[in-house]
């Protein structure tokens, strides 16, 4: 299921992105980027659509992937 991240509160929605980034195995390419510059990406990601948080019943989860592998 999408969740929607406007819908969150903005410090609960940066913890998400900053968890996210800092996982083990995310990659950004030939160069290293700063936490900022990632969490940056990826909120520009979301706020454009191209990325969406996606909640998982079976593992209670949340996650963050492109919109286009969603199969919700």
């Known amino acids: 299921m999408i969740i929607p991240w406007k ?7 940066d913890n998400l992105i900053e968890s996210f980034v800092l996982r083990e195995g995310t990659d950004y390419g ?3 980027r700063s936490l900022a510059q990632k969490v940056t990406d ?3 990601q979301l706020t454009s659509g191209e990325a969406v948080l996606v909640w998982s019943e079976l593992h209670e989860t949340v996650n963050i ?4 592998q969603f199969n919700g």
Not at 7 to 13: A, F, H, M
Not at 65 to 68: A, E, F, N, S, Y
């Open 30 to 32: 030939e160069q290293e």
């Open 7 to 13: 819908d969150l509160d903005p410090e609960t929605l």
């Open 42 to 44: 990826v909120r520009r």
């Open 65 to 68: 992937m492109p919109r286009g």
